[in-house]
């Protein structure tokens, strides 16, 4: 068997589109958006994979994490996701075989709208394994990626009122944003939302005089225990009423997290 020869990742480039990435809060899901668009206009010119009146491409999420090594392939999954959710594009099992469970994917008609906004060009490909390289400049890389922390920032600055703004994005926090945004499927917004309304993380709490930031936010740990709800608000029953009871039982709660940081 011929040996498959091993890419240099430092040689690999992808595109993608800003407005995309926008959009979905997630620049893998720009970037596997740009590829399936890619891949559907080669099988729209080729006359091929024509099935219930539109055009499709297939791939496993094996097959993506071969083309784009920088992203696990819980990323990638969770990038599809997104894309699925704010419906630009569809997915079906589409195989002969009734074993081969293998996603086919197509656009919607609002992702093809989105397409047709980013006005994407067929490029060179390369002849091993059909993966897209597009070259761009490391200048482009950054701005648009720069773009997206920036976004997030203001997000955060204007959700979590409650919270000490921030002014910048270091190397540290765009490293751990892209880390809780494969966690949370890059919906930033709910979890913003749901620190803001957390009155043990805003510091809303009698007896605390602490609240979060925005980089305890981005640990990996406490954005999963935010999404979960581990931080909402406790309900009190309606024979506690607001006696002492009410406020040991927040107050050993509080003391209890407390120790944990």
């Keep these: 068997m011929k040996e498959k020869k091993k890419k240099d990742i430092y040689k690999i480039y992808h595109s993608y589109s800003a407005g995309v990435a926008r959009l979905t809060g997630s620049i893998i899901s720009a970037v596997i958006f740009r590829h399936i668009c890619f891949w559907l206009e080669i099988n729209e010119r080729k006359k091929q994979n024509y099935i219930n009146d539109k ?6 999420i094996a097959d993506l994490h071969e083309v784009f090594p920088e992203f696990s392939s819980h990323q990638i999954s969770f990038a599809i996701k997104k894309l699925k959710e704010l419906n630009l594009i569809e997915l079906a099992q589409l195989s002969s075989n009734k074993w081969n469970h293998t996603n086919w994917y197509s656009l919607t008609q609002k992702g093809k709208s989105i397409a047709v906004k980013c006005d994407f060009d067929l490029t060179e490909m ?4 059909d993966t897209v390289v597009d070259f761009i400049s ?5 701005n648009s990626a720069k773009n997206i922390y920036n976004n997030i920032m203001v997000m955060f600055n ?27 499927n890059g919906d930033f917004k709910s979890l913003f939302q749901k620190v803001e ?3 043990f993380l805003s510091g809303r709490i009698k007896g605390s005089n602490w609240k979060a930031s925005f980089d305890w936010i981005m640990k990996e740990d ?6 979960e709800g581990k931080y909402d608000n406790r309900k009190v029953d309606d024979d506690i009423g ?6 040991d039982f927040t107050s050993k709660w509080v003391a209890e997290e407390t120790h944990k940081r």
């Design 197 to 199: 309304k957390s009155d």
């Design 222 to 227: 406490n954005a999963i225990k935010i999404i």
């Design 126 to 129: 390369d002849d091993r394994n």
């Design 242 to 247: 607001q006696n002492q009871g009410t406020f």
């Design 55 to 60: 055009y499709w491409t297939y791939s496993t």
């Design 158 to 184: 204007s959700i979590c009122v409650s919270l000490s703004r921030i002014d910048g994005i270091t190397s540290s926090r765009t490293k751990a944003i892209d880390k809780v945004e494969a966690l949370i």
């Design 138 to 142: 490391d200048d482009d890389i950054d």
